[in-house]
């Protein structure tokens, strides 16, 4: 887990690499989409995204939520029996056994692949 020293995209909090052991766990295998965290919305376990446009937008029912904050994310994984992984486990799922930089490997970050706020729009 963590970051090489040498690695010039890591924060100084993410350096240095080290062993972690961890019991198996399970990642949902999809999103939680809009349909499922109004679903929660519906019975007040979860409160609405910051914003609703995509939310309530009828052709982006079954993309995911966006817009919600941790602790929303915690509530709906709570009402619906689950609950977020931890750092270690959120990195081991992404990185794999072989310590690859992002899921499809440790090729450079591209628009196309994952949406960085800050390289696909002009947001802070």
Known sequence: MGAD??????S??????HAVSLDAFWLDQTEVTNRMYRMCVNVRACDF????????????IDHPIVWVSWRDAED??????HR????AEWEKAVRGADCRTFH???GAVAGHRLNFTDVNRDEE
């Open 76 to 81: 709906y994984c709570q009402w619906a029996g």
């Open 5 to 10: 020293a040498s690695g010039p995209d890591a």
């Open 104 to 106: 499809w490997g440790s």
């Open 84 to 87: 977020l992984p931890t750092e």
């Open 12 to 17: 100084s909090s993410e350096k240095p690499v």
């Open 49 to 60: 995204p910051a914003q609703l446009a995509e939310f309530d937008h009828p052709d982006l």
